[in-house]
Nanobody, 116 residues
């Protein structure tokens, strides 16, 4: 199983980005998905999760600005990021955990940099 994250970049405060996480080697319908992020000098933190039926949970710091979604037919998860703030600057990682098993996978990070 491989997860490929993309879509990061440099954006000004108030701008938008859309991250994607494409999976290969498996079918994502069998997985709970999530985005995590790690800012310089800080621990990795959970940003948002999404279940196979689209049920979502968000960190308080991103509610109302970031939206997680998934397209099971395309085997892809997304993170729409609006009204970005400098404190959103981080490496963003996608994560998949198989339902009913102790199998989980991380994608490589994609860097989001928000300038003030």
């Amino acid at each position: 199983v491989q997860l490929q994250a993309s879509g990061g970049g440099l954006v000004q405060a108030g701008g938008s980005l859309r991250l994607s996480c494409a999976a290969s080697g498996t079918t994502l319908i069998n997985y709970s998905m999530a985005w995590h992020r790690q800012a310089p000098g800080k621990q990795r933190e959970l940003v948002a999760t999404i279940g196979k039926i689209g049920n979502t949970v968000y960190a308080d710091s991103v509610k109302g600005r970031l939206t997680v979604s998934r397209d099971n037919a395309k085997n892809t998860m997304y993170l729409q990021m609006n009204n970005l703030k400098p404190e959103d600057t981080a490496l963003y990682y996608c994560y998949a955990r198989r339902y009913g098993r102790d199998d989980y996978y991380w994608g490589q990070g994609t860097l989001v940099t928000v300038s003030s």
